[in-house]
């Protein structure tokens, strides 16, 4: 089931008030037909659940790459 625009207000608000980042992060098709080619099949799901974990996965190794 789908969020309410006030329900991800509310979460937005609460992660805040935790002290966590919230990042949102603009991909188009292309980019994610690149993360899919790079191993991260999930990226071409048409779920959007499936897409958001492969690119969260994609950028964290990206980060870690970066860092070693």
Known sequence: MAMTATE???VLRERR???K???TVAVSED???AIARAGYA?????HRKER????????SDAVWG???
């Open 8 to 10: 991800r207000s509310r």
């Open 17 to 19: 008030a935790s002290g």
């Open 21 to 23: 980042v919230v990042l």
């Open 31 to 33: 980019e994610l037909a």
């Open 42 to 46: 999930e990226a071409a799901s048409t």
């Open 52 to 59: 958001e974990a492969a690119v969260s996965l994609f950028r």
């Open 66 to 68: 970066l860092t070693q």
